[in-house]
């Protein structure tokens, strides 16, 4: 559980393709402590990730690598029958091609977080997040993986990877706690997503769809980049972490 003063405000961005634009990614970056940059599978392109980097190096905040399933057409939603070997392959390729820009800015790759599908699946699956932790290791040694749970942790562990426990504030969540994923992001009520937020670091709890309360301690919450009033929801979050005297720290700084 995470230091009751302390949260990694994370989101997802880079997530533009070639003349296709999608949110609103420098005017995000005052407000959060890292971000997640799509890698060119899911979504994302070198100019998208060169831009992207470059304005995470300008504010200060955790650069991780968002992983994906190859799916831009479906944007990394749709589940795909891969194998373990498939998935490590997918995940190198894409954290190299991210830490060339990250290092090409100056800058440190300071997390790795599979995105839509793949996060789903990996939460889920041991051989999948053993796979992913083996391309962490290969290409990366020592880097956080950010997923749903712990259930996963001996298989990534095991790759001498640390697994971070995370959790969404703009998201739904099964009473079982399964994360509902939006195939296309939906607005969120700004204070809601805030409150959810500060109650994640006062009790370590998070609301699910029927009302009642999952015990999830994560020290790093998600915000999409993708939602409609992304810009609004975290401008929104951080006034009021900052109002209740949290500190909004990068991935690394809030794990315990």
Not at 90 to 109: D, K, M, R
Not at 207 to 229: E, K, M, Q, Y
């Amino acid at each position: 559980m995470s230091a009751p003063d302390r949260l990694d405000l994370n989101v997802d961005m880079g997530e533009s393709f070639g003349r296709w634009r999608l949110g609103e990614d420098a005017a995000m970056m005052p407000f959060v402590s890292s971000v997640n940059i799509a890698c060119g599978f899911h979504a994302g392109d070198p100019a998208t990730m060169r831009e992207t980097v470059g304005h995470a190096v300008e504010h200060g905040v955790g650069i991780g690598a968002h992983v994906g399933l190859p799916d831009l057409w479906g944007f990394g939603r749709r589940q795909m029958a891969v194998s373990p070997e498939e998935v490590r392959d997918y995940c190198a390729f894409q954290i190299g091609a991210l830490s060339a820009f990250v290092t090409a800015a100056g800058a440190e790759l300071r997390h790795v977080k599979p995105h839509g599908a793949l996060y789903a699946m990996c939460s889920a699956d041991p051989a999948l997040a053993g796979a992913v932790a083996q391309a962490i290791a290969e290409v990366r040694p020592g880097l956080p993986l950010l997923l749903l749970n712990r259930s996963t942790a001996q298989a990534v562990e095991a790759h001498g990877v640390p697994l971070v426990h995370e959790a969404f504030v703009d998201l739904d969540y099964e009473p079982d706690g399964r994360l509902m994923i939006e195939r296309v992001k939906t607005a969120w009520d700004p204070a809601r997503v805030a409150e959810r937020a500060v109650r994640l670091v006062r009790d370590g709890t998070i609301d699910a769809r029927d009302g009642s309360r999952l015990d999830v301690g994560a020290p790093t919450a998600c915000i999409h980049g993708d939602a409609p009033n992304s810009v609004e929801i975290a401008r929104t979050v951080r006034e009021r972490l900052d109002a209740e005297g949290i500190a909004v720290v990068p991935c690394e700084a809030a794990a315990p």
